[in-house]
């Protein structure tokens, strides 16, 4: 069990003195925590068209996300997010959720 934190929110154009690698996110993202378990946990979120869903998954399993406007998340099928780290995916479309499971 994992506790996730999944933010939906805009990326926007490199500021001045930033590199321009450097992504830059909305400060005031859309956030909702869930407990991940065994069974595809949906966000009751949705996403602004062109929002980058930013996933944290602070605990000790890994967990699998999906994406879309009623998302199952299943292990080996989605995307994968080790056990305490952070990744980014997007552009997502206008209404979709995320949903997350369990590595086990």
Same mark, same amino acid.
Do not use: C, H
């Given at each position: 069990?994992?506790?996730?934190?999944?933010?939906?929110?805009?990326?926007?154009? %490199?500021?001045?003195?930033?590199?321009?690698?450097? %992504?830059?996110?909305?400060?005031?993202?859309?956030?909702?925590? #869930?407990?991940?378990?065994?069974?595809?946990?949906?966000?009751?979120?949705?996403?602004?068209?062109?929002?980058?869903?930013?996933?944290?998954?602070?605990?000790?399993?890994?967990?699998?996300?999906?994406?879309?406007?009623?998302?199952?998340?299943?292990?080996?099928?989605?995307?994968?997010? %080790?056990?305490?780290? #952070?990744?980014?995916?997007? %552009?997502?479309?206008?209404?979709?959720?995320?949903?997350? #499971?369990?590595?086990?």
């Amino acid at each position: 069990m994992s506790q996730v934190v999944i933010e939906f929110g805009r990326a926007m154009a %490199p500021q001045p003195g930033r590199s321009a690698d450097a %992504p830059v996110y909305d400060p005031f993202p859309q956030a909702e925590e #869930i407990t991940s378990s065994g069974i595809s946990q949906p966000t009751t979120m949705t996403s602004d068209a062109y929002n980058v869903a930013t996933v944290i998954n602070n605990g000790n399993e890994a967990i699998w996300v999906a994406f879309g406007a009623a998302p199952t998340a299943a292990v080996g099928m989605d995307a994968f997010v %080790p056990a305490n780290s #952070i990744r980014d995916f997007g %552009p997502l479309g206008l209404g979709m959720k995320a949903a997350v #499971i369990n590595d086990t």
